[in-house]
Structures are given as C-alpha cells and as structure tokens.
C-alpha cells in the first residue's frame, strides 16, 4: 500500500470493513454517514473523518455524493495522538481539495501526484486540532471560516446551530474552549495579518474583508491582538 489520494463514491447500503492502513474521508459534495469509534453521525463537506488503522467502521451515502479519499502508512502525530473522530477543515485544505479533485479528473501523472500528497499531508500537519467538537458546532466553524467578513452575530450562529444564544454561547465554549466572539476575532485577526503580510492590499480593504467597516476599530483590535497597529506591522 502506498499514500494515495483518490476521489470516490460510495453507495446507500451500509457498508462495514476495516483495513491495514489510515484513511481520511473528506466530502467534497454531500455527505456521508460514518459510526466509529462512538461517533455515529453525518459528515458533511467542511469536514474531515479520521478513520485509524485497523479500525471497524459503518458507512453509508448517497450515490451523488463524492469524496476524496486519503489512504495514509502514516498519519501527522497531531491525529495519531486525537481522539477526535471528525474535524472542521480550514479554508485553505478545502480549496486545495477541489485542486486535487481537478487534477486527479484530468490526467494520470505519478509525479504530480506525490506532489500533491506532499502538499495535502503537509496541510493536514499545519491544522489545528481541538478536543472533539459537536456536529452543530462544527456547522458553525465552517460558517465562520466562510463568512469571517460578514456580522457574526450570536443570534445568527445560534440559528445556525438550532440553539437558543444562550444554550449555543454554553455549548460553543464547552466545545472549544473560548467564547463564540473570542474564536471569531483570532479568525479574523490570523486571516489580516496573512493579508497584511501575503498581499499589498489597502489596510482599509484588509479591514473590511476580515469584518471591520471601521478602520480605527480594525486597526485598534489588531494592536490589542498583535502588539502594534496594522501600519506598523507594514513596516
């Protein structure tokens, strides 16, 4: 068995195997229905299924649905050592993803394709890992990652959730570990420092697609966070 990344399909019969090697199921359009491991639920596009070696697992989806599928020798130390069954995939891995999809639908090349999983693995061990994140929030971590430029509210991420905003600050916190707006403003903030850095974008700009209509607001939360405003930064 060599390291692999494969687009595939699967069927509405539930299936069971297990196999020697790691895998990773990463929806790339509609979802499918894994129990593993005490987990037993839908994962979804934005979202990543960690299926260890040697592990029994029950899977089911609808036959338009597509995949990409990652057969490891190894995983990162981050996911060998999780206990974390589905995760939340960052912007970035799943725009690479459609790249992979893309590439693999249009030519059989061995060469590019290493390459491509050399890229992958290493996006996989650059992601940050949580403890085991309930579905609902892990609905609105996507949400936020796609939508960091738009008014989060707490009454829309609640909706999102199906939770009233109390019950959803409560559960958001217990999940990750940091209030709902404090998860919000370290997105923002990583995401305008990499355009501050990456690109030669106007600060003004910057400020609005991170969120921030108002400059002097953008520029005086990035110095709380940073230590210096955006100006200086530049510099």
Same mark, same amino acid.
Do not use: W
């Given at each position: 068995?060599?390291?692999?990344?494969?687009?595939?399909?699967?069927?509405?019969?539930?299936?069971?195997?297990?196999?020697?090697?790691?895998?990773?199921?990463?929806?790339?359009?509609?979802?499918?229905?894994?129990?593993?491991?005490?987990?037993?639920?839908?994962?979804?596009?934005?979202?990543?299924?960690?299926?260890?070696?040697?592990?029994?697992?029950?899977?089911?989806?609808?036959?338009?649905?597509?995949?990409?599928?990652?057969?490891?020798?190894?995983?990162?130390?981050?996911?060998?050592?999780?206990?974390?069954?589905?995760?939340?995939?960052?912007?970035?891995?799943?725009?690479?993803?459609?790249?992979?999809?893309?590439?693999?639908?249009?030519?059989?090349?061995?060469?590019?394709?290493?390459?491509?999983?050399?890229?992958?693995?290493?996006?996989?061990?650059?992601?940050?890992?949580?403890?085991?994140?309930?579905?609902?929030?892990?609905?609105?971590?996507?949400?936020?990652?796609?939508?960091?430029? @738009? !008014? *989060?509210? +707490? %009454?829309?991420?609640?909706? &999102?959730?199906?939770?009233?905003?109390?019950?959803? $600050?409560? /559960?958001?916190? @217990? !999940? *990750?570990? +940091? %209030?709902?707006?404090?998860? &919000?403003?370290?997105?923002?903030?990583?995401?305008? $420092?990499? /355009?501050?850095?990456?690109?030669?974008?106007?600060?003004?700009?910057?400020?609005?697609?991170?969120?921030?209509?108002?400059?002097?607001?953008?520029?005086?939360?990035?110095?709380?966070?940073?230590?210096?405003?955006?100006?200086?930064?530049?510099?």
């Amino acid at each position: 068995m060599k390291n692999s990344l494969s687009i595939r399909a699967y069927t509405k019969q539930p299936e069971s195997h297990f196999h020697p090697y790691h895998q990773l199921v990463l929806p790339i359009q509609g979802t499918i229905n894994i129990e593993l491991d005490g987990y037993n639920g839908k994962v979804s596009v934005g979202e990543c299924a960690v299926i260890k070696a040697g592990k029994q697992h029950h899977f089911s989806a609808n036959e338009a649905a597509r995949f990409i599928v990652a057969d490891l020798q190894t995983l990162p130390s981050s996911l060998l050592k999780s206990e974390q069954v589905v995760f939340t995939t960052t912007p970035p891995l799943r725009n690479y993803l459609h790249f992979v999809e893309s590439q693999l639908e249009y030519q059989v090349d061995q060469s590019i394709e290493e390459g491509i999983f050399q890229l992958f693995y290493i996006l996989l061990c650059k992601h940050p890992l949580t403890q085991q994140v309930q579905q609902r929030i892990r609905v609105v971590q996507a949400f936020i990652n796609d939508n960091i430029a @738009d !008014n *989060l509210s +707490i %009454s829309t991420l609640a909706q &999102i959730a199906y939770l009233s905003p109390t019950q959803f $600050k409560k /559960l958001f916190k @217990d !999940n *990750l570990g +940091i %209030s709902a707006h404090k998860y &919000i403003t370290e997105k923002r903030m990583q995401k305008a $420092k990499a /355009l501050l850095t990456h690109t030669d974008l106007p600060i003004q700009i910057i400020a609005e697609q991170v969120g921030y209509n108002d400059l002097s607001a953008f520029s005086r939360r990035f110095s709380l966070y940073f230590g210096l405003s955006p100006r200086r930064f530049l510099r």
